[in-house]
C-alpha cells in the first residue's frame, strides 16, 4: 500500500515540477526589486527593451550578479522554471505603461552629500579627463588623460547606453541607461549631484546648445523628456504623435548648437522633429522660415518660443543621424538599412539620397578635410564595410572593406588616422588604422584575437588612443597614436565608450556627436 502511495505521488509530481509558472514566480522572488509591473524598482526594468543586449540571463537568474543585490535563485527555481522566467521578463509587456510628468519628478534624488568643489580636486587638466563607461559593473571611471590614473570609479544607474554629455564648460556630465535614469555627475569635485527617472525605456540624451536643457529621447512612453541641467528638474514633456495622430518611439535626439535647437529621430513616423532650445532663435526664426518653399508653413504650424516645435515631413522614417558640421544637413538611414537620405533642414526637405546598403551605423559617422574636400565615414552594422562620402555633392569615394561589421570610428584632427573596430563576426578582436589621404588600411592591431576590442578615444592633444577590450574582465589599451605601438594596459570591467572631455565640448571632428 505504501509503495502505491509512493508511486502515485511521484506520478503527480513529475507534471507538476515540469509545470513553470513564471508569472507566479516572478511574483514570489523578483517583483520586490524589479516592480511587480517589470518597470523597475531598486533593480532594472525587466523588458525586452533593456534585456534586449544582455547576455547570460539563465545563468543571472540562476547565480546572481557579483558586487549586487542580484541573489541567484537556483536553489529555489528548476532549470525549466528558469528557462520559462527568461521568457517571461524578455516578452513585450502587454500594454504601453505612462510614465508621467509627477512621477517623473517623484523619482528626482538628489545627493544630500553634495559639496560642489570651488576648484577640481585633483591636479589633472580638467579639460583632459576622459571617461570610461563599464558596462560590467555598471560605473564610469573617470581617467585623467595624462597619466591614465583612474581619479575616481562611481556607481551608474543599469545599463548605460549612447555617448555621457558633458556641460559646455566640461564641468559637469550626464549619463543615461536604457531605463531612463539620468545621472548628474560633478567632474570638478568627483561626486554625484543627483539623478532621476526621466523615462521607462529611452534611447539617448542631449545637451542644449547653452548648457541649460538636456533632452531625453525615449522609447517607454512615446516622449520627449526636457531637463533643467541646473538641478535635473523635468521642464517639458513632449508627447511624440505624428501629424496622423500615430505616436511615435523617439529613436534619438541630437544637439544642433548652431541652429539652437534639438533635432529628434522618430521610428515610427516619416517626420523628424525640431525643438527650439532658444526662445528667441528657435527654428522659426525669420530667417529660416524664408527659406521655406511654399505651402511648407503650414507643416510646420505656428509654435514660437522656447522648445516651440517644428516638423519636418519626410518619406519615410529615418533613424541614425549625421549631420554636417554646419547642421543645415543630415543624413538619416532608412528602415531597410539600404540607403541613406540627405535632408536639408532649411528648406525642410530631403536632398539627396545615397546608395548605403548593410545597414550603415551613422550615429558613429566622422568627418575630415581630404584633398581640399569634406568626406564623412560611416561603419555598416551589417556589412563588413565602411563608407567615404563626398560631403559636397555626396557621392560615394571609397567604400573600405573589413573583416567583418564595425560599430564606432575614432579619428582627431591631429592625427593622419582614423580608427575603426569590427565589432560582429569572428574578427572582433580586429582594430583598423586607416589612412585618410589614402583610404588605405595601414595596420591592424589584433592584441586579443577572438576577443571583442572595440571603440576608441583620443586624447585632448591626439597623442594617444584609448581602445577597449569589451570583456568582463577587460581593459582599455593606450596607444601612441603616432607609432600605433602598445603603451598602458588599464584593467577595467567590460568598458564600452570612452569620452574625453575636450574632445566632445570642442565638437572635434573625428567624434561622434
Ligand atoms: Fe548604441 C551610441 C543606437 C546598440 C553602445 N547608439 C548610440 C547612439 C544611438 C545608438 C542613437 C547615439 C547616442 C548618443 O551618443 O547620443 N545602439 C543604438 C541602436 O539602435 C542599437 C543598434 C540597438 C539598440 O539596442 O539600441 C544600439 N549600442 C548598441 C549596443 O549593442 C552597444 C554596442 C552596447 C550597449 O551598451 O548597448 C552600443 N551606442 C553604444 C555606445 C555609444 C552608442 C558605446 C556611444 C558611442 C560614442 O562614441 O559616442
Known amino acids: 500500500m505504501i509503495r502505491h502511495i509512493v508511486s502515485f505521488s511521484l506520478l503527480l509530481a513529475a507534471p507538476l515540477m515540469a509545470q513553470a509558472d513564471p508569472a507566479t514566480d516572478y511574483a514570489d522572488h523578483c517583483a520586490s526589486c524589479h516592480g511587480e509591473d517589470r518597470l523597475g524598482g531598486t533593480g532594472p526594468a525587466l523588458i525586452p527593451e533593456t534585456l534586449g543586449r544582455v547576455p547570460g540571463i539563465e545563468q543571472v537568474i540562476a547565480e546572481g550578479r557579483v558586487s549586487t543585490q542580484m541573489e541567484g535563485f537556483a536553489a529555489e527555481l528548476t532549470t525549466e522554471s528558469i528557462a520559462a522566467l527568461k521568457d517571461y521578463i524578455t516578452s513585450p509587456l502587454d500594454h504601453l505603461p505612462d510614465w508621467t510628468a509627477d512621477e517623473i519628478a517623484a523619482s528626482r534624488e538628489m545627493n544630500t552629500d553634495y559639496q560642489p568643489a570651488e576648484k577640481p580636486v585633483f591636479a589633472a587638466d580638467p579639460m583632459n579627463i576622459t571617461l570610461v563607461v563599464e558596462t560590467g559593473d555598471h560605473h564610469v571611471s573617470v581617467l585623467d588623460g595624462d597619466t591614465f590614473e583612474v581619479l575616481d570609479r562611481f556607481a551608474t544607474p543599469f545599463a548605460v547606453h549612447g555617448g555621457p554629455k558633458f556641460s559646455p564648460d566640461g564641468r559637469f556630465v550626464f549619463v543615461m541607461s536604457r531605463d531612463g535614469w539620468v545621472q548628474k555627475y560633478d567632474i570638478w569635485s568627483l561626486q554625484e549631484v543627483g539623478r532621476?527617472?526621466?523615462?521607462?525605456?529611452?534611447?539617448?540624451?542631449?545637451?542644449?546648445?547653452?548648457?541649460?536643457?538636456?533632452?531625453?529621447?525615449?522609447?517607454?512612453?512615446?516622449?520627449?523628456?526636457?531637463?533643467?541641467?541646473?538641478?535635473?528638474?523635468?521642464?517639458?514633456?513632449?508627447?511624440?504623435?505624428?501629424?496622423?495622430?500615430?505616436?511615435?518611439?523617439?529613436?534619438?535626439?541630437?544637439?544642433?548648437?548652431?541652429?539652437?535647437?534639438?533635432?529628434?529621430?522618430?521610428?515610427?513616423?516619416?517626420?523628424?522633429?525640431?525643438?527650439?532650445?532658444?526662445?528667441?532663435?528657435?527654428?522659426?526664426?525669420?530667417?529660416l522660415v524664408h527659406s521655406y518653399e511654399k505651402g511648407m508653413e503650414e507643416a510646420v504650424g505656428a509654435e514660437q518660443g522656447l522648445f516651440a516645435r517644428r516638423r519636418i515631413p519626410i518619406n519615410e522614417p529615418l533613424d541614425d543621424f549625421f549631420f554636417s558640421p554646419d547642421y543645415r544637413e543630415v543624413i538619416g538611414a532608412n528602415r531597410d538599412g539600404n540607403k541613406g537620405v540627405v535632408v536639408n533642414l532649411d528648406v525642410?526637405?530631403?536632398?539627396?539620397?545615397?546608395?548605403?546598403?548593410?545597414?550603415?551605423?551613422?550615429?558613429?559617422?566622422?568627418?575630415?578635410?581630404?584633398?581640399?574636400?569634406?568626406?564623412?565615414?560611416?561603419?555598416?552594422?551589417?556589412?563588413?564595410?565602411?563608407?567615404?562620402?563626398?560631403?559636397?555633392?555626396?557621392?560615394?569615394?571609397?567604400?573600405?572593406?573589413?573583416?567583418?561589421?564595425?560599430?564606432?570610428?575614432?579619428?582627431?584632427?591631429?592625427?593622419?588616422?582614423?580608427?575603426?573596430?569590427?565589432?560582429?563576426?569572428?574578427?572582433?578582436?580586429?582594430?583598423?588604422?586607416?589612412?585618410?589621404?589614402?583610404?588605405?588600411?595601414?595596420?591592424?592591431?589584433?592584441?586579443?584575437?577572438?576577443?571583442?576590442?572595440?571603440?576608441?578615444?583620443?586624447?585632448?592633444?591626439?597623442?594617444?588612443?584609448?581602445?577597449?577590450?569589451?570583456?568582463?574582465?577587460?581593459?582599455?589599451?593606450?596607444?601612441?597614436?603616432?607609432?600605433?605601438?602598445?603603451?598602458?594596459?588599464?584593467?577595467?570591467?567590460?568598458?564600452?565608450?570612452?569620452y574625453n572631455v575636450w574632445n566632445k565640448i570642442t565638437f572635434e571632428d573625428g567624434t561622434s556627436h
Open 196 to 287: 532621476i527617472r526621466a523615462a521607462l525605456n529611452s534611447r539617448n540624451i542631449a545637451m542644449s546648445h547653452d548648457g541649460k536643457w538636456l533632452a531625453v529621447a525615449n522609447y517607454l512612453p512615446t516622449s520627449l523628456t526636457i531637463l533643467s541641467t541646473e538641478d535635473l528638474a523635468p521642464v517639458r514633456l513632449v508627447n511624440v504623435v505624428s501629424r496622423d495622430g500615430t505616436p511615435s518611439r523617439v529613436s534619438a535626439v541630437y544637439q544642433a548648437p548652431q541652429r539652437k535647437s534639438f533635432v529628434l529621430a522618430l521610428k515610427d513616423a516619416a517626420e523628424i522633429w525640431e525643438i527650439a532650445t532658444d526662445p528667441d532663435a528657435g527654428p522659426f526664426h525669420e530667417g
Open 348 to 498: 525642410g526637405r530631403a536632398i539627396a539620397e545615397l546608395p548605403l546598403p548593410g545597414m550603415p551605423h551613422l550615429g558613429s559617422g566622422i568627418t575630415w578635410e581630404r584633398e581640399g574636400h569634406r568626406v564623412m565615414a560611416t561603419p555598416h552594422l551589417g556589412e563588413g564595410v565602411i563608407s567615404v562620402i563626398d560631403m559636397e555633392d555626396w557621392s560615394l569615394v571609397k567604400q573600405i572593406k573589413t573583416d567583418g561589421p564595425g560599430f564606432f570610428l575614432r579619428g582627431h584632427a591631429t592625427s593622419p588616422y582614423v580608427w575603426a573596430d569590427v565589432f560582429f563576426g569572428p574578427n572582433k578582436g580586429k582594430m583598423y588604422v586607416i589612412d585618410k589621404e589614402t583610404l588605405e588600411i595601414v595596420k591592424t592591431l589584433e592584441p586579443f584575437p577572438g576577443l571583442t576590442f572595440a571603440h576608441t578615444e583620443f586624447t585632448r592633444d591626439g597623442s594617444h588612443v584609448l581602445a577597449s577590450l569589451w570583456e568582463d574582465d577587460g581593459a582599455v589599451v593606450v596607444y601612441d597614436a603616432k607609432t600605433l605601438e602598445e603603451v598602458k594596459r588599464l584593467p577595467m570591467r567590460k568598458p564600452s565608450g570612452k
